[in-house]
């Protein structure tokens, strides 16, 4: 005797949230379809036409409610989840030994900037347990060498009594790929940190869906 297929509820209570597919995840936060299109199908009309949930995710008000079936309601809920999880993944971080969180510490980062249309330059501030002391953005527009300034960096992690830093910048066009420009602000932080006696731990890159790490790749 063959068994029904799990509805997407009843497969999370059954199997684990991460069992399901984008299509699933979506239905069950949508709840209800529309006249003539249920919401599994729906669900999948709505992921086909934005490509992913990230660029659902990312979409503008404007897009996300010109697609019919989803509209304000949706797109308010689903910018307040987002804004949860970016919040948990920070509360993660900053009661966690952050040196050992990296991919927590990637996730996060990714959730706060990957959507930015202009390069920001930012860093974490960590204690002497590599635990969070506070985030801020140093720098606004073009990331180059010039625009940098380690001084004030240190400045800051002085400041705070800060002994390790993360740093991480965006690059709006969607790569990650470290320019030369990049490595040479790397370099520049981290030496004018040694001075301090202070750790740079990692330096992300962050993309449209991509990162780097510089030492993941062992460029630090």
Do not use: W
Request: charged share 20%; net charge neutral.
């Amino acid at each position: 005797m063959s068994t029904s297929p799990l509805m997407p509820r009843e497969k999370l209570l059954n199997l684990g949230a991460s069992a399901l597919t984008d299509d699933e995840l979506l239905a069950i936060f949508l709840r209800t379809g529309i006249k003539g299109c249920p919401v599994m199908q729906l669900s999948a009309a709505v992921i086909q036409h934005f490509g992913s949930l990230r660029g659902l995710i990312s979409a503008t008000q404007k897009q996300f409610c010109a697609f019919k079936g989803i509209g304000i309601t949706q797109f308010i809920q689903l910018q307040a989840c987002t804004e949860m999880t970016k919040r948990y993944l920070l509360e993660e971080i900053k009661f966690s030994h952050i040196f050992n969180q990296s991919e927590t510490v990637r996730l996060y980062l990714q959730a706060e900037m990957e959507h930015y249309e202009r390069e920001v330059f930012l860093v974490l501030f960590l204690d002497n347990q590599h635990r969070l002391i506070k985030q801020e953005d140093m720098f606004l527009g073009s990331v180059n060498s010039a625009s940098v300034h380690p001084r004030e960096i240190i400045k800051t992690a002085l400041y705070c009594n800060a002994v390790a830093l993360i740093l991480a910048h965006n690059h709006p066009s969607g790569l990650a790929n470290p320019s030369e420009s990049d490595k040479l602000i790397t370099k520049k932080i981290k030496q004018a940190a040694e001075l301090m006696d202070i750790r740079v731990l990692d330096h992300f890159i962050i993309g449209k869906g991509c990162y780097f790490s510089f030492a993941e790749n062992a460029c630090l």
